[in-house]
């Protein structure tokens, strides 16, 4: 099964609203990956993550949230699978990573590392613009206006809507799926192939 990253901004509390246009998109984003029959994988915490789980649960997806804490009651009410990690941020190496392929709404600092792990991972990022945050940010500092660095490890898509994003992982994703199975080489997990 493909499996899509979603990650985006949590709310920590009525301070700290997370944009209603990045709540709206990710709930949308959810609904999408849930229909392309695609595991929505997150934080599985408030927020984006949150609402993009309502939005794959509503539809009949799977949702799957890899947590900080060790709590497994602690994701949200829409995560099917909710896998505590008592890793706190250093969860945030586990699903960019694991999944086929990440889509990015709005977020902080902590989104920001979530797709800086994805990128080093070799994984494919979609950015949906006009959801505030670091998606809206991110394209100005692109390297050739579709990576991170010189590396051009992988590529990050800039879109503008939520059909835009899903269909692009998608894309991303099956491609990635088409490949030949290889035997995993501890050096690149460890990235010493590339730094």
Same mark, same amino acid.
Not at 91 to 102: G, K, M, Q, V
Not at 136 to 141: A, V
Not at 167 to 176: I, K, N, Y
């Given at each position: ?62 949702? /799957? *949230?890899?947590? @900080? +804490? &060790? ?5 949200? $009410? !829409? ?25 990015? /709404? *709005?977020?902080? @600092? +902590? &989104? ?5 792990? $994805? !990128? ?76």
């Amino acid at each position: 099964m493909i499996s899509i990253a979603v990650i985006g901004r949590a709310s920590q509390g009525a301070h700290d609203p997370v944009p209603e246009a990045a709540l709206r998109a990710a709930y949308e984003v959810g609904r999408l990956i849930a229909r392309a029959g695609a595991a929505l994988v997150c934080g599985g915490a408030t927020g984006v993550m949150e609402e993009s789980c309502r939005g794959a649960r509503e539809e009949g997806g799977l949702t /799957i *949230g890899i947590l @900080a +804490g &060790t709590e497994r009651n602690s994701a949200n $009410a !829409y995560v099917d699978i909710s896998l505590p990690t008592g890793l706190g941020t250093a969860r945030n190496l586990i699903y960019p990573r694991a999944c086929d392929a990440t889509i990015m /709404i *709005g977020g902080g @600092a +902590g &989104t920001l590392n979530e797709l800086t792990i $994805a !990128y080093q991972g070799r994984r494919s990022v979609v950015v949906i613009e006009g959801t505030g945050g670091w998606a809206d940010r991110i394209g100005g500092g692109l390297f050739e206006g579709r990576y991170l660095d010189e590396r051009r490890v992988a590529e990050i898509f800039l879109v503008r809507t939520p059909q835009e994003a899903v269909d692009t992982a998608m894309s991303v994703a099956r491609q990635l799926e088409a490949q030949p199975r290889s035997r995993d080489d501890p050096a690149r997990w460890l990235g010493a192939d590339r730094f």
